[in-house]
């Protein structure tokens, strides 16, 4: 956890220092699998990967119109794990980081499709973030500019 909070800070903190006036900040979150062979802990099989494996958690920034993607979290999960689980972990402390260090930025969020609306809805509710969300036609979740 606390390597996970130290990679996010190093993250925010280079680009700060790098880039003045950022417009746009993406995050993407994206599980991804990583089969292993023999008896892992945690490691089940994946009926849709046709595999025994883990599903990390992959969160990935880009800064304005960047190709580049910087890494700030990856997440380890079981073999197991629904696409959503940890999202909105991570998303509860990397948005108001962001929102300290980028205060005129606008946030997008891209969920990869296996991730429920539903549930990063009621999240942002709770949050009382309901203003950043908006479904788009495109089928992802896009945070909407600061009022």
Same mark, same amino acid.
Request: one cysteine or more.
């Given at each position: 956890?606390?390597?996970?909070? @130290?990679?996010?800070?190093?993250?925010?903190?280079? +680009?700060?220092?790098? &880039?003045?006036?950022? &417009?746009?900040?993406?995050? /993407?979150?994206?599980?991804?699998?990583?089969?292993?062979?023999?008896?892992?802990?945690?490691? #089940?099989? /994946?009926?849709? +990967?046709?595999?025994? %494996?883990?599903?990390?958690?992959?969160?990935?920034?880009? #800064?304005?119109?960047?190709?580049?993607? %910087?890494?700030? %979290?990856?997440?380890?999960?079981?073999?197991?794990? @629904?696409?959503? +689980?940890? %999202?909105?972990?991570? =998303?509860?402390? =990397?948005?108001?980081?962001?929102?300290? @260090?980028?205060?005129? @930025?606008?946030?997008?969020?891209?969920?990869?499709?296996?991730?429920?609306?539903?549930?990063?809805?009621? #999240?942002?509710?709770?949050? /009382?973030?309901? !203003?950043?969300? !908006?479904?788009?036609?495109?089928? &992802?979740?896009?945070?909407?500019?600061?009022?």
């Amino acid at each position: 956890m606390r390597l996970s909070e @130290a990679l996010a800070e190093t993250v925010t903190a280079r +680009h700060r220092r790098r &880039r003045k006036g950022v &417009r746009r900040i993406t995050v /993407d979150l994206d599980p991804t699998v990583d089969p292993t062979h023999g008896g892992q802990q945690l490691t #089940f099989f /994946d009926g849709f +990967h046709d595999t025994s %494996c883990y599903l990390p958690l992959g969160g990935f920034l880009t #800064f304005d119109d960047e190709v580049e993607q %910087c890494l700030f %979290c990856c997440v380890l999960r079981s073999g197991k794990a @629904a696409a959503k +689980h940890g %999202c909105i972990g991570v =998303l509860k402390r =990397l948005l108001p980081r962001l929102r300290r @260090a980028f205060p005129q @930025a606008r946030l997008r969020i891209r969920l990869d499709g296996g991730i429920p609306a539903r549930s990063c809805s009621r #999240f942002s509710r709770r949050r /009382d973030w309901s !203003a950043w969300w !908006a479904w788009r036609r495109t089928r &992802r979740w896009s945070a909407l500019p600061n009022r």
